[in-house]
């Protein structure tokens, strides 16, 4: 891996870098970061078919988290929205943080 960043190519869905400060798990910024990638990018940047396979595997492991570990998720998305909204992120971006977990039935289980 090169430290240079290069620019993603287009169709490829990129979520934004956040910064080490926030202080967000970077197990969850890495998991979100290959969420938007997966679920975002066009046919022409990734077969759909396999993403859609890393997709469910992805959720269905976010959704074994529970008791601290999950609240301490559900914190970071807090932090993270708030982030989001301060930076003014496209509005689509802020919901995409607000409602991340309940759309993907991760903390859904009873406690």
Known sequence: MSDTPEAAPDGAAVFPLIPEELGV??????????????????????????????????????????????RRVREDMATLAGYAKAEKWPKQQVRFLQEFLKENGIGDQPA
């Open 25 to 70: 798990h970077p197990l969850l910024l890495a998991a979100l970061h290959a969420y938007v990638f997966l679920e975002g990018s066009e046919a022409a940047v990734l077969n759909p078919a396999v993403a859609d396979e890393a997709m469910n595997y992805l959720v269905s492991y976010l959704q074994r988290l529970d008791g601290a570990e999950l």
